[in-house]
């Protein structure tokens, strides 16, 4: 990092750059510089720090902000080896941070396969490279293996592994032994999944033919009936009268099994104890009216942020579901009744190591902490939570985390004290494996990483 930070503005102004292809790409250089260089030393999330810095700086038409944002989110994907390039054994002719910063540029965009040549051309001639560091004729670098073999050929004496592109804390908290299963979760997380949607209070396909009609292709899933995967392009939900009106929320289809665990009756009352803006308590809502239009079900949702909560508010308004309310948990004593729920979900705190795919950033600016700080709470929560569930009734918890420290690990610990809770076999979705505790994987069904057990309490 120390090498990124010593990079001078002025260095820039130094270049030679003639042509206003090569003006323009000198300028989005700095700006990607600035911006990188910046989340890495503040540790926020990318998206946060790219969003307030397109507030401010209006100067930038959307070409300039699409070159801008996917390079530096690309950045964050392929830095496991654009980093050895930071230190002049990285190559001989890059002898400057000036000049390696335009290496990993142009490099970030040949794994990309980005498309704006002129600008990937002009970073070239600044790295100094003296080669011309495109791809062979008609070739495309499709997957890990592949990007991570045309690396090597360009730069020989330099080790690249497709395990470089995750940190190494992240193989300590997530082992996987197998080397094809290894391979398969790093091409995962070096991708982005399409967003996923639930339809809910219409029928899927009424909800896909009205999207057809705003030219939005959409992808009924195999899996669940109320869920569509809305491709990779990002769409202004606010211009969608499907999202205003409540018949379509944004929600992940790995996060999506969590609500089908649950597999609510349509009288039943829950309470989804770590509830965010209450993504699940919709969709746990959706599925009680799916089955019955008449459903008397209610939701107690409660976080200990107050914010999610009145997001969560405006959503059950929008989607005209009655039976939501909020509970904020202020204390740490319960916000609602013990023994009183059919069912109690903890959807805990966790590292988001599953989601990486989505927010590439993450992985470098958290350290194995974000997953070892973890498990201490979790099961406090799940403890306490569990005092809500009345006999014979079933608690579900789940994360967003791949490591076993933070899932299998707690909810074993959790048992082990108490006696009263077992653990149930459900079937994995994407896999039809029957067992008591699922990891969803990234690969399995294209979508974030999940964890889920379900529990009953003994009547
Ligand atoms: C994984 S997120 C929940 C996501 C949400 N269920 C959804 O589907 O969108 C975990 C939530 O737990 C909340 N949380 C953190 N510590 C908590 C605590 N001690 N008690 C209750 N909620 C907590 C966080 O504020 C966060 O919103």
């Known amino acids: 990092?120390?090498?990124?930070?010593?990079?001078?503005?002025?260095?820039?102004?130094?270049?030679?750059?003639?042509?206003?292809?090569?003006?323009?790409?000198?300028s989005y250089a700095n700006t990607i510089l600035q911006l990188f260089t910046q989340i890495m030393a503040k540790?926020?999330?990318?998206?946060r720090i790219v969003g307030e810095y397109f507030r401010v700086n209006k100067?930038?038409?959307?070409?300039?902000?699409?070159?801008?944002?996917?390079?530096?989110?690309?950045?964050?994907?392929?830095?496991?080896?654009?980093?050895?390039?930071?230190?002049?054994?990285?190559?001989?002719?890059?002898?400057?941070?000036?000049?390696?910063?335009?290496?990993?540029?142009t490099l970030n965009a040949r794994l990309e396969s980005h498309s704006w040549e002129p600008f990937i051309a002009a970073w070239t001639g600044f790295s100094g490279q003296g080669k011309n560091l495109t791809l062979e004729a008609g070739s495309a670098l499709e997957n890990v293996s592949e990007k991570c073999d045309w690396l090597t050929r360009q730069f020989p004496t330099i080790s690249f592994t497709t395990d470089d592109l995750v940190p190494?804390?992240?193989w300590q908290t997530?082992?996987?032994?197998?080397?094809?299963?290894?391979?398969?979760?790093?091409?995962?997380?070096?991708s982005r999944p399409p967003i996923w949607a639930r339809v809910q209070n219409i029928e899927t396909n009424e909800a896909i033919e009205k999207l057809a009609k705003l030219d939005i292709t959409t992808t009924a899933s195999e899996y669940f009936s109320d869920s569509?995967?809305?491709?990779?392009?990002?769409?202004?939900?606010?211009?969608?009268?499907?999202?205003?009106?409540?018949?379509?929320?944004?929600?992940?289809?790995?996060?999506?099994?969590?609500?089908?665990?649950?597999?609510?009756?349509?009288?039943?009352?829950?309470?989804?104890?770590?509830?965010?803006?209450?993504?699940?308590?919709?969709?746990?809502?959706?599925?009680?009216?799916?089955?019955?239009?008449?459903?008397?079900?209610?939701?107690?949702?409660?976080?200990?942020?107050?914010?999610?909560?009145?997001?969560?508010?405006?959503?059950?308004?929008?989607?005209?579901?009655?039976?939501i309310t909020a509970s904020p948990w202020k204390s740490d004593d319960?916000?609602?009744?013990?023994?009183?729920?059919?069912?109690?979900?903890?959807?805990?705190?966790?590292?988001?190591?599953?989601?990486?795919?989505?927010?590439?950033?993450?992985?470098?600016?958290?350290a194995i902490e974000t997953v070892l700080d973890k498990p201490g709470l979790q099961l406090d929560i799940l403890s306490r939570s569990s005092q809500a569930v009345k006999a014979g009734a079933t608690l579900v918890y789940a994360t967003c985390s791949l490591s076993p420290l933070e899932n299998e690990d707690v909810v074993n610990a959790f048992l082990a004290k108490h006696t009263d809770f077992s653990l149930e076999v459900t079937t994995h979705p994407f896999?039809?494996?029957?067992?008591?505790?699922?990891?969803?994987?990234p690969y399995q069904a294209d979508t974030d990483g999940m964890f889920v057990a379900r529990m009953k309490r003994s009547s």
């Open 1 to 26: 990092m120390t090498f990124l930070n010593e990079i001078k503005a002025t260095s820039f102004e130094a270049m030679n750059a003639e042509t206003p292809a090569q003006k323009r790409a000198l």
């Open 431 to 441: 896999t039809g494996i029957e067992a008591s505790m699922h990891l969803i994987l």
């Open 228 to 323: 569509i995967s809305l491709g990779h392009k990002s769409i202004n939900l606010n211009g969608l009268s499907l999202y205003r009106e409540g018949e379509l929320e944004i929600q992940d289809l790995g996060s999506q099994v969590v609500g089908q665990v649950c597999n609510p009756s349509p009288n039943d009352n829950w309470w989804d104890t770590c509830s965010g803006a209450g993504g699940k308590s919709l969709q746990l809502r959706s599925l009680m009216l799916a089955k019955d239009k008449q459903a008397t079900g209610t939701i107690i949702a409660s976080d200990v942020r107050r914010k999610p909560l009145e997001e969560l508010a405006k959503r059950a308004k929008r989607a005209g579901f009655k039976g």
């Open 43 to 47: 540790k926020q999330p990318a998206d």
């Open 168 to 170: 190494a804390w992240f």
């Open 59 to 105: 100067k930038h038409g959307s070409k300039d902000r699409r070159v801008i944002r996917e390079s530096l989110f690309a950045l964050f994907r392929w830095w496991g080896w654009l980093n050895k390039f930071s230190t002049s054994t990285g190559t001989s002719t890059a002898n400057t941070g000036t000049q390696a910063w335009f290496t990993m540029l």
């Open 174 to 190: 997530c082992p996987i032994q197998d080397a094809e299963q290894r391979l398969a979760m790093v091409q995962a997380l070096s």
């Open 334 to 366: 319960l916000p609602v009744a013990h023994n009183h729920f059919d069912g109690v979900l903890v959807d805990a705190p966790c590292s988001c190591t599953g989601t990486w795919r989505r927010n590439p950033d993450m992985r470098w600016i958290d």
